[in-house]
């Protein structure tokens, strides 16, 4: 399937699928063929930005083999949207998958996190 196959409505349409069809407005930083970055609209760190896939892949426990490319793509999106973003002193990227992992919108995701010292452990 295309990647703009994908993005037309199914079942799980979620809030980003609307995003990605420009039906709702996003702060967008960065757009390819496969992929979209937006500001999180509630910040969790000055900056906060999301790396999500024109593919509605629920979350990452749901990708399969198929979607191996698409994965090391938005890893390196996240490189580059971080590094466009200016955090050359380190940033953290996290995935929350499924209920325990904190997942709220449920088409996958990636937070970037940054412009503030991280602590560990998450919360
Ligand atoms: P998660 O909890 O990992 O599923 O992350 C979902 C993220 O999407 C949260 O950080 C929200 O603040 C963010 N979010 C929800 N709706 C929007 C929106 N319309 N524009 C930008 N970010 C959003």
């Known amino acids: 399937m295309s990647s ?12 980003f699928s609307k995003i ?3 039906e709702i407005p996003a702060d967008i930083v960065y757009e390819d063929e496969q992929a979209i970055a937006i500001k999180d609209i509630n910040p969790q760190a000055p900056t906060h ?3 999500i ?5 629920p979350r990452l426990s749901e990708a399969t083999e198929s979607d191996r490319d698409l ?6 999106t996240v490189q580059r949207v971080a590094e ?3 955090l050359s002193n380190g940033y953290r990227v996290v995935i929350n ?13 990636f937070h970037i996190l940054g ?5 560990w452990p998450p919360g």
Do not use: E, W
Request: aromatic share 2%; net charge positive; charged share 20%.
């Open 53 to 57: 896939p024109k593919k509605p892949i």
């Open 97 to 109: 998958n499924g209920a325990d992992g904190g997942q709220t919108v449920d088409h996958i995701h």
């Open 84 to 86: 466009q973003a200016g």
């Open 4 to 15: 703009f196959a994908a993005i037309n409505k199914t079942m799980s349409d979620t809030i």
């Open 71 to 76: 994965l090391g793509h938005l890893l390196l």
């Open 115 to 119: 412009d503030r010292q991280m602590k």
């Open 49 to 51: 930005i999301l790396v």
């Open 20 to 22: 990605i069809r420009r």
